[in-house]
């Protein structure tokens, strides 16, 4: 059996040739690329034969699957998912128990090095990987055995990337990311609590139709989608520019739409496209509802102290205090440390000076 | 005058009554214009990290967080520009232009120099040694607050910088291309620039004390010394 092209796919799925090119024409958009682009991403479509994305769960609460299957741009979404849920996604797909771990198998065996692997969760390390079970065995076994036969490997959401809640201290389980135990292949980040959905059709889109990997930074996320900051592309900015801030979460400031900084907003630190991209269809993101960013794409976000202080803690001297709190106590001890040696210095100088008086002085 | 050895350099250098030029103009200007930067630096870094009540008013008719971050970036300009320009001059002026940026650890008087000068601190002895560059103590504080304090601030400073000025900027290149990875994320890097800000604090705290103490206390000359370059010994 030849392989199907994406598009014989999508027709076969019911999609219009008119709706592929819209699907094309939006892509490209959503990546960024110059309108010229639609036609070779159709191109490409046509002729390619389509690559098949394999989905596995590890450690993880689904938050990225419940992400995608909202992706804005329903075309996006029933071409990707179809192109998907043919293959294999345990959370979506329709088969279930031995049948499932089957076609696992066979997708595996037919397109060996030719598939993608996404990984929604991670695997934990500790008891031999048992607090994680996939078809009967621990899931860092599957993990590493699909891994073997995949191209290349995205790694959804915080979990995925960085490790996530499951990895905050102590990390009982030893949840770890995919990269630090999948090492000799290409691994895609996206990161976030759950990831935008349009950022993961697209990626998932950039790489089925231009069979290779987006560009990606140091940290592995790629370029375009993770190249700013929140806080660079906010639209409250204007208002941390001018000094205008909320103080509190019921103030005049607050309704006014002020910036979110003293709240604790992580905008400043955190790379994601939420204030370009949005949520739920471009309709809102958590600081247009007035909450601050809280960093959820950002490596080990919840253990970098509160989410609603600006200055946070910083939890490697054994206490929490921030640096505020620890610099002004060793300033206050070091001031106290001065004005005391000040004084008896001041004294032990008068009296030696008295000595040399008594000496006939000098 | 013959000079025998080193030691006796010393001793006839810092007889009483002998003045010694010791930091040349470049050196001295440094030093004032690094502690000008670093005041400003503190103070306007304190204010990126807590910044004052909001101002009043049409957000486009007001930039006073603009202000505070410019005024904290042109600065660490000057700061990062005049410390490369007094690295350069540790090559190419006198011995005591080099002392800052290395430590003799080899050396056993520089050692015991240490415990002299923390006797002298805690009273135990009653006449401090001579020095006719840093005494040891002061030595060992400059290295790792302003050397090394200064090579951090400058690289983690820049690579935030990095952030805002995006791909492209050198400083995103140079800086915040590794230093983010380094650290794992940018709010780290904003911790650990805020806190090693504080270490500056406490070191020009203990430095201008124990510069006028031992203006006053010791057996040469200080504060004019970083003033004209010329250390007199006394007694
Ligand atoms: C932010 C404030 C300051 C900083 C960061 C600072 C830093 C330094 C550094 C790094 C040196 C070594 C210079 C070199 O080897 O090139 C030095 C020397 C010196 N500083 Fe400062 N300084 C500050 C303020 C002051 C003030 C206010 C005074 C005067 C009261 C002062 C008096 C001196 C003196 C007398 C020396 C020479 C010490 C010696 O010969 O051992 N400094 N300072
Ligand atoms: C002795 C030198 C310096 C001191 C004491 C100092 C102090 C500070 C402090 C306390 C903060 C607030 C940190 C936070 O909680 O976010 C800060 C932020 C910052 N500093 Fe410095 N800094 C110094 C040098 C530099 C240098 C050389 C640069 C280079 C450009 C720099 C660039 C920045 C940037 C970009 C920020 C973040 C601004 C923002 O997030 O809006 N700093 N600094
Ligand atoms: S609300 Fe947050 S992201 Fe927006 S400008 Fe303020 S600090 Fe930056």
Redesign the interface.
């Given at each position: 059996m030849s392989i199907e092209t994406f598009y014989e796919v999508m027709r076969r799925q019911g999609i219009s040739r008119r709706s592929f090119l819209k699907f094309c024409s939006l892509t490209a958009a959503s990546l960024g690329l110059a309108p010229s682009f639609a036609p070779k991403i159709a191109h490409a479509m046509e002729t390619k034969p389509r690559t098949p994305v394999i989905w596995l769960h590890g450690l993880e609460c689904t938050c990225c699957s419940e992400s995608f299957i909202r992706s804005a741009h329903p075309l996006a979404k029933d071409v990707v998912l179809s192109m998907l849920s043919l293959d294999y996604d345990d959370t979506l797909m329709v088969a279930a128990g031995h049948q499932a771990e089957e076609i696992l198998a066979e997708i595996r065996k037919k397109y060996k090095g030719n598939f993608i692997l996404a990984v929604e969760g991670n695997p934990p390390l500790n008891e031999d990987g048992m607090f994680c079970i996939h078809g009967g065995r621990p899931f860092v076994e599957v993990l590493k055995e699909t891994a073997a036969d995949a191209k290349a490997i995205i790694s959804w959401g915080a979990c995925a990337s960085w490790g996530c809640v499951q990895a905050a201290k102590p990390n009982p389980t030893r949840a770890t990311p995919v990269h630090k135990v999948i090492t000799d292949k290409p691994i895609i980040k996206v990161p976030g609590c759950p990831p935008i959905a349009e950022v993961m059709t697209a990626v998932v889109t950039y790489m089925l139709t231009f069979d290779r990997i987006p560009e990606l930074d140091?940290?592995g996320r790629p370029?375009m989608f993770y190249?700013?900051?929140i806080h660079?592309k906010c639209y409250r900015r204007?208002?941390?520019?001018?000094?205008?801030?909320v103080?509190e979460w019921d103030d005049e400031?607050a309704r006014k739409g002020?910036c979110l900084?003293?709240m604790g907003c992580?905008g400043?630190?955190?790379?994601n496209a939420c204030s370009t991209v949005r949520w739920n269809g471009g309709v809102s993101f958590p600081i247009q509802s007035g909450h601050g960013c809280i960093?959820c794409s950002?490596?080990?976000?919840w253990d970098?102290g509160g989410f609603y202080d600006?200055?946070?803690d910083?939890k490697q001297f054994g206490v929490e205090s921030?640096?505020?709190t620890?610099?002004?106590t060793?300033?206050g001890v070091?001031?106290a440390a001065?004005v005391a040696?000040?004084a008896?210095?001041a004294l032990?100088?008068a009296r030696?000076g008295s000595n040399d008086q008594n000496n006939g002085g000098? | 005058m013959t000079v025998k050895t080193q030691d006796d350099e010393y001793s006839a250098l810092t007889a009483a009554g002998n003045t010694v030029y010791v930091y040349e103009a470049p050196v001295r200007l440094w030093h004032w214009l690094n502690a000008l930067s670093i005041v400003i630096l503190a103070v306007t870094g304190y204010f990126i990290?807590?910044?004052?009540?909001?101002?009043a008013g049409e957000?486009?008719?007001?930039?006073?967080?603009?202000y505070?971050r410019f005024v904290h970036f042109a600065t660490a300009y000057v700061f990062t520009i005049a410390f490369l320009v007094r690295i350069y001059w540790a090559f190419v002026g006198n011995h005591h232009a080099r002392q800052m940026f290395k430590l003799p650890v080899t050396d056993p008087a520089w050692w015991s120099g240490i415990w002299q000068e923390l006797r002298w601190?805690l009273?135990i002895v009653?006449l401090p040694r001579k020095y006719i560059g840093h005494n040891p103590l002061a030595h060992l504080m400059m290295f790792f607050s302003i050397t090394l304090g200064a090579i951090f601030m400058i690289a983690t400073g820049f690579a935030l910088y990095g952030?805002?000025a995006?791909?492209g900027h050198w400083s995103h290149m140079i800086f915040t291309?590794?230093v983010?990875?380094l650290f794992?994320?940018?709010?780290?890097v904003?911790?650990w620039h805020?806190?090693i800000?504080?270490t500056f604090?406490?070191f020009v705290?203990?430095h201008v004390?124990a510069a006028i103490?031992e203006d006053?206390?010791s057996r040469q000359s200080m504060i004019s010394a970083m003033i004209s370059g010329e250390r007199t010994f006394r007694?």
């Open positions: 140091r940290q370029k190249g700013q900051r660079d204007p208002h941390f520019d001018a000094g205008q801030f103080e400031a002020y900084y003293k992580k400043p630190t955190t790379y960093g950002e490596d080990g976000f970098k600006r200055v946070t910083i921030n640096a505020d620890i610099g002004a060793v300033a070091a001031g001065v040696h000040a008896v210095s032990s100088r030696s000098k | 990290a807590s910044p004052p009540p909001s101002v957000a486009s008719e007001n930039f006073l967080m603009g505070i601190y009273f009653k952030e805002g995006q791909e291309s590794w983010i990875p794992g994320q940018s709010q780290d904003h911790t805020h806190m800000a504080w604090v406490w705290m203990i004390y103490r006053i206390m007694e």
